[in-house]
């Protein structure tokens, strides 16, 4: 004959009714949680955050960047006095020519005028470039994204007329801005901090 219990036992549940949470220690997380160690944890614990940037390192960076900056221009400039020949371009003046006369009111357009577009341009593209390669760089890469370009001008308050034709990829932007401390810019969700501000070289 086996011996009674003198354990009651449980009682019917009711639908509806309040449910006890179990005491602590019951599961190995909670153990853990109230300083077992030894006890093992149910989920791996989270990944450690990535180290910060010092802002010291942040810094010289961007000076780093803005004296590149300052030669590019610096380069250009001396191209520009020394410039003798008007006929050879690495860009088609007819091209240009035609993307001018998009303009309907545009009638005539000197010889020059393409000539100097032309130039304009490719500075252009240059100095985007420059600053795209400079966010490139930042990120550890050695090829030039869309998301590069992207960068440079939301950073870049001269080229703010371009945030809408090359938008960037907001959610790593969050992500960045996160990681970078960043302020967001209201409108657009761009770092408002510009670390290599444009540069005009005087004239000498």
């Given at each position: ?63 780093h960047q803005m004296q590149q900056l300052q030669a590019f221009w610096a380069e250009q400039y001396r191209e520009i006095e020394a410039t003798t020949d008007f006929k050879n371009h690495n860009l088609p003046l ?111």
């Amino acid at each position: 004959m086996e011996p009674k219990s003198t354990t009651p036992p449980p009682p019917v549940p009711v639908l509806g009714a309040p449910v006890g949470y179990p005491p602590p220690g019951v599961y190995p997380g909670a153990a853990a949680a109230a300083g077992y160690p030894h006890a093992p944890a149910l989920y791996a614990p989270p990944p450690p955050p990535p180290p910060a940037v010092s802002a010291a390192s942040q810094q010289a960076a961007a000076q780093h960047q803005m004296q590149q900056l300052q030669a590019f221009w610096a380069e250009q400039y001396r191209e520009i006095e020394a410039t003798t020949d008007f006929k050879n371009h690495n860009l088609p003046l007819a091209r240009i020519k035609k993307i001018m006369k998009a303009d309907e009111d545009v009638r005539m357009i000197a010889a020059e005028a393409p000539v100097v577009f032309a130039r304009a341009c490719e500075m252009f593209i240059l100095e985007l470039t420059h600053r795209g390669w400079a966010h490139a760089e930042e990120n550890k890469r050695r090829t030039l994204q869309k998301s590069d370009i992207a960068a440079a001008i939301a950073r870049t308050e001269v080229f703010d007329f371009l945030v809408d034709i090359v938008p960037r990829d907001e959610a790593k932007d969050a992500e960045a801005a996160v990681a970078a401390g960043m302020q967001q810019h209201p409108a657009a969700g761009m770092p408002t901090a510009d670390g290599m501000g444009y540069y005009y070289v005087p004239q000498q």
